[in-house]
Antibody, heavy 127, light 107 residues
Framework: EVLLVESGGGLVQPGGSLRLSCAAS????????MDWVRQAPGKGLEWVGR??????????ENAASVEGRFTISRDDSKNSLYLQMNSLKTEDTAVYYC??????????????????WGQGTLVTVSS | DIQMTQSPSSLSASVGDRVTITCRAS??????LNWYQQRPGKAPNLLIY???NLQSGVPSRFSGSGSGTDFTLTISSLQPEDFATYYC?????????FGQGATLEIK
């Protein structure tokens, strides 16, 4: 069974920092792209960023809304994905999900899909 | 960025009804379109990938169609567990973008 377990969420003041972790088990973590997706309270899903596997380039990519503030990294030896969040704003309040992009190829074309999701961790930015 | 627009944003239906949700992309995305179901308080769950492929374990009452800019998710006969929010998502280019969601409520 594949499990993605996020941790590290909590309450932080505006301007503060937080580091989220996503521990993966049951899948070949190093071979897959892993993304962070967030959901503000009562709102829809928003892509935050991507960590590609060692064969991918660029290795990471961020949404414009978090560029320069959030950093995605991974440690394949620990089957873990991280999201370092700095200069947090109230609008960053959300449940943060890690999602496993298990791509596949058909007819010479490759596709991606969020095959696995963690349960999410809540980040609240408030004074 | 590619904008994804779903309609309707919410709908009421009864058990046994046939329901269709549409998703429109702001540019041609071929068949790079996935659908997810999200129940309250839970993580999203992959339903349909590449526009029309049913994810393993998903009931056959769910189906997807479309290509280019216009896509549909159809539930042929609603069951109580289907009342949830549904999101489309394009995987054609970065940044990945989602529709705003379509919430299916019990009439």
């Amino acid at each position: 069974e594949v499990l993605l377990v996020e941790s590290g969420g909590g309450l932080v003041q505006p301007g503060g920092s937080l580091r989220l972790s996503c521990a993966a088990s049951g899948l070949s973590f190093s071979g897959h792209f892993m993304d962070w997706v967030r959901q503000a309270p009562g709102k829809g899903l928003e892509w935050v960023g991507r960590s590609r596997n060692s064969a991918g380039s660029p290795t990471t990519e961020n949404a414009a809304s978090v560029e320069g503030r959030f950093t995605i990294s991974r440690d394949d030896s620990k089957n873990s994905l991280y999201l370092q969040m700095n200069s947090l704003k109230t609008e960053d309040t959300a449940v943060y999900y890690c999602a496993g992009d298990i791509g596949y190829c058909s007819g010479g074309t490759c596709y991606s899909r969020y095959y696995y999701w963690g349960q999410g961790t809540l980040v609240t930015v408030s004074s | 960025d590619i904008q994804m627009t779903q309609s309707p944003s919410s709908l009421s239906a009864s058990v046994g009804d046939r329901v269709t949700i549409t998703c429109r992309a702001s540019q041609n995305i071929a068949n790079y379109l996935n659908w997810y179901q999200q129940r309250p308080g839970k993580a999203p769950n992959l339903l349909i990938y590449t526009a029309s492929n049913l994810q393993s374990g998903v009931p056959s009452r769910f189906s997807g169609s479309g290509s280019g800019t216009d896509f549909t998710l159809t539930i042929s006969s609603l069951q109580p567990e289907d009342f949830a929010t549904y999101y489309c998502q394009q995987s054609y280019s970065s940044p990945r973008t989602f529709g705003q969601g379509a919430t299916l409520e019990i009439k």
